[in-house]
């Protein structure tokens, strides 16, 4: 099994769409969680951390649940300028490396 | 505020020559990760680095490869003998504290001919 495993894609949605992501991961010590952003041949930018409570950053909504070891992303109302691979992400314990799932790829389309 | 900045951007090497890529952290960082990118697959851990000392190099391959921080100056990943498979994209990352979001530079795309 993966430690980090997603759907690689690509989802293909119209702009203004609502769209989800889903990552788990295998480590149940892992200890920090974060969703990066990668455009093609470009380096991973932090979208968001990802907190046990949730949290949400403009059209961005992330959620952790660590009984199932699963963690997603929520984007509302899609911009075609989201459209790139995201990655999940995972700090194992220890906290000095990231772990990355292979990324979703979104396409927004006019 | 500049970012963490890499370079070159771009290197391309013979198979057997050596490969030097330069790492600056954020200010105010001074923990130092590398990573590797190899052609359509995830980034993966290669080391991690405080001024002056390589805290943990689990994913480093055994031979021919190197990284260092010294107390003045960059971080530097050293390809000594490089072969076809080392062609990937390199990206150094940078944190605050361990533990902490990780900040990635632009990268440099080596490749090998």
């Known amino acids: 099994r993966k430690e980090v495993e997603q759907d690689p894609g690509p989802f293909n949605v119209p702009e203004g769409a609502t769209v989800a992501f889903n990552c788990t991961y295998s480590?149940?010590?892992?200890?920090?969680f974060f969703w990066y952003r990668q455009d093609c041949r470009k380096e991973p930018k932090l979208l968001m951390s990802?907190?046990?409570s949730g949290n949400e950053d403009g059209r961005f909504t992330a959620q952790l649940n660590r009984a199932s070891q699963y963690i997603s992303l929520l984007i509302r109302d899609s911009k075609l300028s989201d459209s790139a691979t995201y990655l999940c992400v995972v700090n194992q314990g220890g906290g000095n490396k990231l772990t990355f799932g292979t990324g979703t790829q979104l396409k927004v389309e006019l | 505020n500049a970012g963490v900045m890499q370079n070159p951007r771009h290197l391309v090497r013979r198979r057997g020559q050596e490969a030097r890529l330069r790492c600056s952290p954020m200010k105010g960082h001074s923990h130092v990760y590398w990573y590797r990118q190899l052609p359509e697959e995830g980034l993966k851990f290669m080391v991690y680095?405080?001024?002056?000392?390589?805290?943990?190099e689990s994913g480093m391959p055994k031979e021919r490869f190197s990284a260092e921080f010294p107390k003045e100056g960059p971080s530097i990943l050293r390809i000594q003998q490089v072969v076809r498979g080392d062609s990937a994209a390199y990206f150094c990352a940078s944190s605050m504290e361990v533990g902490y979001e990780q900040y990635f530079g632009p990268g440099t795309r080596l490749t090998v001919t």
């Open positions: 680095l405080q001024k002056e000392n390589i805290i943990d």
């Open positions: 480590n149940s010590a892992s200890q920090s």
């Open positions: 990802v907190y046990s």
